[in-house]
């Protein structure tokens, strides 16, 4: 198999590299970027980041969907936020760039990342809600039967 | 009628064999495949430990607390920092992996051989320092918290550590903590300055702590053991789901990266050997770098939900 062509472009083509050996170690600078950044965060923890952007809506559907859309934001803490969107980022160049996953068929991409990312959010969501329910139970009720 | 020539044409292309729509080996196409699976495994095991954090949201440990050790600095917590150069070795490993690859595309066998050579090494420290946390990170934390050798009472007392060199195979004891219940227990009772702190979490988020009336009746009512550090039963930071889960994620991580070290160092000697250089294609080394990739980026994500959120 003769290899095929290799992009020497990342950030949808606003950095190019000369070679593929330079565009591995910008790779690599922009992960240890982000792990540092994530690292001081963590050390850190501003306090102003600790408290969500925004609170519930109350009352009837329309604000129940608001609540499962706007979700992240309602009841997440911003810091946690920005570590999971830093870590899908990191995960984005490791696949894109060190897998050569860019380099791959559209097809094959597909394949790979849509399976994946599909099963994955459901089982996320599946399971988080559930063990939030199962945390108000234990919390608001009385629970004999320990599961 | 030239457009149904055209179409004829083709589909001989498609029908007759020996075209590869995806531009991938079968042998890449099936890693990718076991890459997806071995991605849902892992997820399931993150999902799993998200849906028992939000279980107990109330009494899960703060990490920052758990991993506060690092090399040669006794007593000063650092937390993250550990952690943080355990993700550079493995990045960096990532990094002299997918070099070799590269090398291996223009069949420069003594850069392959020595890309892949300093790609196990990292894999090895990176397994290295695995040990060293397991061993380490839950021990001893420091801050406002007090030792329990610092206040418990000596007493006499007759309990030894039961070993296999007095009993019989397949049993054993608990392991004795410095301090028994009872001389922690008494030596709590003794000191006015000393408040129980316990798992759950107030609104704020900080562990809640119990005035000193409190602190009496809940150590005479509810106390029943001395805890240091954690195992698969008992935490002493907060619910013991958080160690089975990070003893389990991680172990399992642990041995994938074993694993990698294991097939990057047979690809290793044939590289060395010149198998490829015969074959006249490093595909193999693209193969196990897809491996040790995945291995870095579930970490990644490990790093994430362990450490960090």
Not at chain 1, 60 to 80: Q, V
Not at chain 1, 88 to 100: L, R, S
Not at chain 2, 236 to 255: C, M, N, R, S
Request: with cysteine; charged share 15%.
């Amino acid at each position: 198999m003769g290899h095929h062509e290799h992009s020497l472009a990342i950030f949808r083509g606003r950095l190019k590299f000369k070679s593929i050996e330079q565009k591995i170690w910008g790779v690599f600078i922009f992960l240890s970027i982000i792990t540092i950044v994530e690292v001081i965060f963590g050390i850190i923890k501003p306090q102003s980041l600790m408290v969500p952007f925004m609170s519930s809506f109350e009352g009837g559907f329309m604000a129940t969907m608001a609540n499962i859309f706007l979700s992240p934001f309602i009841f997440m803490k911003p810091l946690n936020l920005i570590f999971i969107v830093l870590t899908i980022v990191k995960a984005y160049y490791i696949t894109w760039d060190f897998m050569h996953m860019r380099d791959e068929t559209k097809a094959l991409r597909r394949m790979v990342v849509w399976t994946a990312i599909f099963l994955i959010c459901y089982l996320i969501l599946i399971l988080l809600v559930e063990g939030d329910y199962i945390f108000e139970v234990y919390k608001n009720n009385y629970v004999k039967f320990d599961f | 009628m030239e457009t149904t020539v055209a179409t004829t044409a083709s589909q001989g292309d498609v029908w007759g064999g020996g075209n590869q729509p995806l531009r991938a080996s079968y042998g890449k196409m099936m890693m990718w495949f076991f890459i997806v699976s071995d991605a849902l495994t892992f997820s399931g095991f993150l999902a799993a430990y998200g849906f028992s954090r939000f279980k107990f949201v109330d009494a899960w440990p703060i990490a920052d607390e758990v991993f506060t050790h690092f090399p040669f600095l006794h007593g000063v917590p650092a937390p993250m920092f550990y952690v943080a150069f355990m993700t550079f070795i493995l990045i960096f490993s990532s990094v002299t992996m997918v070099l070799a690859v590269d090398a291996g595309h223009k069949m420069k066998q003594s850069k392959v051989a020595m890309y892949m050579f300093l790609t196990i090494i990292g894999g090895a420290v990176f397994v290295g320092s695995q040990a060293w946390e397991w061993a380490t990170q839950f021990l001893d934390t420091e801050g406002n918290r007090v030792a329990i050798g610092s206040f418990a009472e000596s007493m006499h007392s007759e309990a030894t550590e039961h070993e296999p060199s007095n009993g019989i195979w397949f049993m054993s004891g608990n392991d004795q903590t410095s301090y028994n219940f009872e001389e922690v227990k008494a030596g709590f009772l003794a000191n006015d300055n000393l408040l129980i702190r316990t798992q759950y979490l107030d609104e704020n988020g900080h562990p809640t702590v119990l005035s000193r009336e409190a602190s009496i009746a809940k150590i005479k009512k509810d106390g029943k053991l001395v805890v240091e550090g954690a195992n698969l039963k008992r935490n002493e930071y907060g619910h013991p789901l958080f160690a089975d889960f990070f003893f389990f994620i991680t172990g399992f991580h642990g041995f994938h990266v074993f694993s990698g070290v294991l097939i990057n160092i047979i690809i290793f000697f044939n590289v060395v050997i010149g198998t490829y250089e015969r074959r006249k294609s490093y595909e193999m080394v693209e193969k196990v770098g897809l491996y040790w990739h995945f291995v870095d980026l579930v970490w990644v994500f490990v790093f994430t939900f362990f450490y960090l959120v």
